[in-house]
T-cell receptor, first 114, second 109 residues
Framework: DGGITQSPKYLFRKEGQNVTLSCEQN?????MYWYRQDPGQGLRLIYY???????QKGDIAEGYSVSREKKESFPLTVTSAQKNPTAFYLCASSMSTGENSPLHFGNGTRLTVT | DAKTTQPPSMDCAEGRAANLPCNHS???????VYWYRQIHSQGPQYIIH???NNETNEMASLIITEDRKSSTLILPHATLRDTAVYYCIDEAAGNKLTFGGGTRVLVKP
């Protein structure tokens, strides 16, 4: 079945360490996205990519970095510069970033930094 | 900030229709209305979207007012598994989509 795979489901890190979250899709979608969700809150856009080797900052990109070397993969690195990294991270994809193109989400990675 | 307004919560009786309202007063002519839902600790699930006309699929119906300033998501026969947070979004897909707080729907037996 086609879909989006995020791994791992839970991730624990010590403060000051960089950590990379994996996101893979086999839907042949051009566009991919990373969102952050804090408890009881909606989703906020971190980064998005419309095509391979291209990506744009979302609303809260500070302290994060991404790469898009392959169409299927869009890893997110949470750097030590991110002041409050503990959160639920969601990856999504869509056929394009235009209208009439719904997002498909993975089941998220819950990151805890202590 | 989210551009849509939804009630924070609502209850619904199992087997009855659930009508979820959304105001999107600043929507522009080429922006679709999207609905997603999120069950606890999972990723959001796409439900339905529309531009001007009412839409129906196997999950729900979407009623959009003629002026496009508001819409209603209808779950025709709510089940306990429909308990979730429902998000209404009015931005063009992918272009800085902003999810607000949504409506927390509790389906009761």
């Amino acid at each position: 079945d086609g879909g989006i795979t995020q791994s791992p489901k839970y991730l624990f890190r010590k403060e000051g360490q960089n950590v990379t979250l994996s996101c893979e899709q086999n839907l042949n979608h051009d566009a991919m996205y990373w969102y952050r969700q804090d408890p009881g809150q909606g989703l906020r856009l971190i980064y998005y990519s419309q095509i391979v080797n291209d990506f744009q900052k979302g609303d809260i990109a500070e302290g994060y970095s991404v790469s898009r070397e392959k169409k299927e993969s869009f890893p997110l690195t949470v750097t030590s510069a991110q002041k409050n990294p503990t959160a639920f991270y969601l990856c999504a994809s869509s056929m394009s970033t235009g209208e009439n193109s719904p997002l498909h989400f993975g089941n998220g990675t819950r990151l805890t930094v202590t | 900030d989210a551009k849509t307004t939804q009630p924070p919560s609502m209850d619904c009786a199992e087997g009855r229709a659930a009508n979820l309202p959304c105001n999107h007063s600043t929507i522009s002519g080429n922006e679709y209305v999207y609905w997603y839902r999120q069950i606890h600790s999972q990723g959001p699930q796409y439900i339905i979207h529309g531009l001007k006309n009412n839409e129906t699929n196997e999950m729900a119906s979407l009623i959009i007012t003629e002026d496009r300033k508001s819409s209603t998501l209808i779950l025709p026969h709510a089940t306990l598994r429909d308990t979730a947070v429902y998000y209404c979004i009015d931005e063009a897909a992918g272009n800085k989509l902003t999810f607000g707080g949504g409506t927390r729907v509790l389906v009761k037996p």
